[in-house]
Protein backbone atom coordinates (compact mmCIF):
# COMPACT_ATOMS: atom_id res chain seq x y z
CA UNK A 1 0.00 0.00 0.00
CA UNK A 2 1.45 3.42 -0.65
CA UNK A 3 -0.40 6.50 0.35
CA UNK A 4 0.41 9.79 -1.34
CA UNK A 5 -0.60 12.79 0.68
CA UNK A 6 -2.20 16.21 -0.75
CA UNK A 7 0.76 17.85 -0.04
CA UNK A 8 2.92 15.92 -2.50
CA UNK A 9 0.91 16.33 -5.50
CA UNK A 10 3.58 17.84 -8.01
CA UNK A 11 1.72 20.89 -9.46
CA UNK A 12 1.79 21.62 -13.59
CA UNK A 13 0.22 22.98 -16.10
CA UNK A 14 -2.18 21.77 -18.47
CA UNK A 15 -0.73 19.96 -21.52
CA UNK A 16 -2.05 22.93 -23.47
CA UNK A 17 -1.40 25.47 -20.79
CA UNK A 18 -5.01 26.59 -20.19
CA UNK A 19 -4.99 25.23 -16.51
CA UNK A 20 -3.46 23.78 -13.28
CA UNK A 21 -3.14 20.14 -12.55
CA UNK A 22 -1.11 18.27 -9.99
CA UNK A 23 0.23 14.71 -10.51
CA UNK A 24 -0.57 12.14 -7.80
CA UNK A 25 0.96 9.16 -9.41
CA UNK A 26 2.01 7.94 -12.68
CA UNK A 27 3.08 4.46 -14.81
CA UNK A 28 5.55 4.82 -15.60
CA UNK A 29 6.91 7.92 -13.67
CA UNK A 30 7.07 10.36 -16.66
CA UNK A 31 4.79 13.03 -17.42
CA UNK A 32 4.63 12.51 -21.24
CA UNK A 33 5.49 8.55 -21.64
CA UNK A 34 2.80 7.58 -18.66
CA UNK A 35 1.05 4.00 -19.40
CA UNK A 36 -1.10 5.29 -16.97
CA UNK A 37 -1.51 8.81 -15.13
CA UNK A 38 -3.49 10.24 -12.23
CA UNK A 39 -4.22 13.92 -11.20
CA UNK A 40 -6.45 16.32 -10.21
CA UNK A 41 -7.38 19.64 -12.09
CA UNK A 42 -8.66 23.10 -11.13
CA UNK A 43 -11.19 24.38 -13.83
CA UNK A 44 -11.35 27.71 -13.57
CA UNK A 45 -13.07 28.89 -16.94
CA UNK A 46 -14.23 27.97 -19.99
CA UNK A 47 -11.39 25.97 -21.55
CA UNK A 48 -10.73 23.03 -24.34
CA UNK A 49 -9.55 20.49 -22.56
CA UNK A 50 -6.16 19.22 -23.49
CA UNK A 51 -5.66 16.41 -26.05
CA UNK A 52 -3.66 13.31 -25.37
CA UNK A 53 -3.95 11.13 -28.71
CA UNK A 54 -4.77 6.64 -27.49
CA UNK A 55 -5.84 8.10 -24.38
CA UNK A 56 -8.72 7.46 -22.66
CA UNK A 57 -9.87 9.09 -19.86
CA UNK A 58 -12.28 8.93 -16.29
CA UNK A 59 -12.89 12.27 -15.47
CA UNK A 60 -14.55 12.76 -11.77
CA UNK A 61 -15.82 15.69 -10.50
CA UNK A 62 -15.51 16.44 -7.16
CA UNK A 63 -15.76 20.05 -6.35
CA UNK A 64 -17.89 22.70 -7.80
CA UNK A 65 -21.40 23.13 -9.68
CA UNK A 66 -20.91 21.36 -12.95
CA UNK A 67 -19.89 21.68 -16.48
CA UNK A 68 -20.87 20.29 -20.00
CA UNK A 69 -18.47 18.92 -22.29
CA UNK A 70 -18.59 19.57 -26.12
CA UNK A 71 -16.95 17.47 -28.93
CA UNK A 72 -17.06 17.17 -32.14
CA UNK A 73 -17.63 13.22 -33.27
CA UNK A 74 -15.13 11.44 -36.09
CA UNK A 75 -17.97 12.29 -38.93
CA UNK A 76 -18.45 15.59 -37.51
CA UNK A 77 -21.52 15.68 -35.55
CA UNK A 78 -21.21 17.69 -32.57
CA UNK A 79 -21.57 16.13 -29.23
CA UNK A 80 -21.89 17.01 -25.67
CA UNK A 81 -21.55 15.39 -22.47
CA UNK A 82 -23.37 16.70 -19.21
CA UNK A 83 -21.23 16.22 -16.05
CA UNK A 84 -23.66 17.89 -13.59
CA UNK A 85 -22.86 15.62 -10.22
CA UNK A 86 -19.96 15.06 -7.89
CA UNK A 87 -18.60 11.91 -7.39
CA UNK A 88 -19.68 9.99 -10.66
CA UNK A 89 -16.88 8.96 -12.72
CA UNK A 90 -17.59 9.62 -16.79
CA UNK A 91 -14.94 8.04 -19.26
CA UNK A 92 -14.02 9.55 -22.76
CA UNK A 93 -11.30 9.63 -25.03
CA UNK A 94 -8.64 12.12 -24.49
CA UNK A 95 -7.67 12.10 -28.78
CA UNK A 96 -11.51 13.73 -29.68
CA UNK A 97 -11.29 17.76 -28.98
CA UNK A 98 -13.29 18.51 -25.97
CA UNK A 99 -14.34 22.00 -24.96
CA UNK A 100 -15.37 22.34 -21.23
CA UNK A 101 -18.30 24.90 -20.42
CA UNK A 102 -18.39 25.98 -16.57
CA UNK A 103 -22.04 25.88 -14.92
CA UNK A 104 -21.71 28.19 -12.68
CA UNK A 105 -18.17 28.67 -11.35
CA UNK A 106 -14.88 27.20 -10.95
CA UNK A 107 -14.57 23.35 -10.34
CA UNK A 108 -12.28 20.71 -9.59
CA UNK A 109 -11.48 17.12 -10.78
CA UNK A 110 -10.33 13.69 -10.77
CA UNK A 111 -8.78 12.49 -13.99
CA UNK A 112 -7.49 8.85 -14.58
CA UNK A 113 -5.61 8.96 -18.44
CA UNK A 114 -5.00 5.21 -19.39
CA UNK A 115 -3.19 4.57 -22.45
CA UNK A 116 -5.19 2.61 -24.74
CA UNK A 117 -2.98 -0.32 -25.99
CA UNK A 118 -1.43 -0.58 -22.58
CA UNK A 119 -4.52 0.12 -19.92
CA UNK A 120 -8.04 0.43 -19.39
CA UNK A 121 -9.73 1.29 -15.95
CA UNK A 122 -13.04 0.79 -14.22
CA UNK A 123 -13.95 3.26 -11.86
CA UNK A 124 -16.11 3.66 -8.76
CA UNK A 125 -17.16 5.81 -5.95
CA UNK A 126 -17.95 3.71 -2.53
CA UNK A 127 -19.48 5.10 0.51
CA UNK A 128 -19.52 3.29 3.69
CA UNK A 129 -17.01 0.26 2.99
CA UNK A 130 -15.72 -1.69 0.30
CA UNK A 131 -13.21 -4.69 0.19
CA UNK A 132 -11.76 -4.58 -3.39
CA UNK A 133 -9.95 -7.27 -4.98
CA UNK A 134 -8.14 -6.73 -8.12
CA UNK A 135 -5.31 -8.41 -9.71
CA UNK A 136 -3.71 -4.96 -10.29
CA UNK A 137 -3.62 -1.79 -9.34
CA UNK A 138 -6.03 -0.42 -7.37
CA UNK A 139 -5.96 3.56 -7.41
CA UNK A 140 -7.73 4.82 -4.44
CA UNK A 141 -8.74 8.83 -3.88
CA UNK A 142 -10.70 10.21 -0.21
CA UNK A 143 -13.37 12.85 -2.42
CA UNK A 144 -15.22 13.80 0.79
CA UNK A 145 -14.39 13.15 4.11
CA UNK A 146 -11.49 11.01 5.56
CA UNK A 147 -11.17 7.33 5.14
CA UNK A 148 -9.40 4.47 6.05
CA UNK A 149 -7.77 2.03 3.58
CA UNK A 150 -6.22 -1.02 5.20
CA UNK A 151 -5.82 0.84 8.42
CA UNK A 152 -3.97 3.39 7.04
CA UNK A 153 -6.03 7.00 7.60
CA UNK A 154 -6.56 9.22 4.23
CA UNK A 155 -7.68 12.85 5.32
CA UNK A 156 -9.76 14.45 2.49
CA UNK A 157 -7.85 14.93 -0.96
CA UNK A 158 -5.15 12.30 -0.44
CA UNK A 159 -4.81 9.24 -2.54
CA UNK A 160 -3.46 5.68 -2.45
CA UNK A 161 -2.23 3.04 -4.49
CA UNK A 162 -2.61 -0.49 -3.72
CA UNK A 163 -1.13 -3.90 -5.55
CA UNK A 164 -4.24 -6.12 -5.36
CA UNK A 165 -6.51 -5.66 -2.37
CA UNK A 166 -7.80 -2.75 -0.28
CA UNK A 167 -10.48 -2.34 2.09
CA UNK A 168 -11.94 0.54 2.25
CA UNK A 169 -14.01 2.67 5.30
CA UNK A 170 -15.34 5.83 5.05
CA UNK A 171 -18.28 8.12 6.13
CA UNK A 172 -18.10 10.11 3.30
CA UNK A 173 -16.73 8.96 -0.46
CA UNK A 174 -13.73 7.30 -1.75
CA UNK A 175 -12.74 6.63 -5.35
CA UNK A 176 -11.45 3.36 -6.78
CA UNK A 177 -9.97 2.63 -9.78
CA UNK A 178 -9.12 -0.77 -11.08
CA UNK A 179 -6.03 -0.66 -13.79
CA UNK A 180 -6.16 -3.44 -16.44
CA UNK A 181 -2.94 -4.30 -18.15
CA UNK A 182 -3.57 -5.12 -22.07
Not at 6 to 25: L, P
Not at 84 to 112: E, K, M, W
Request: net charge negative; glycine share 10%.
Amino acid sequence: MGIIRKSEFVEGRWRNGMGVSWDIASEPASAEGFGWRFATALIERDAPFSLYPGVDRVFTLFEGDGLDLDFTSEAGAPLSLAVPRLFAPYPFASDVPAFCRLRQGPCRALNLFTRRERWSAAADVVSGGADIAHPGPILLFALKGAAAVDGHALAEGDAAIAADEATVGTEGFVYVARLFAR
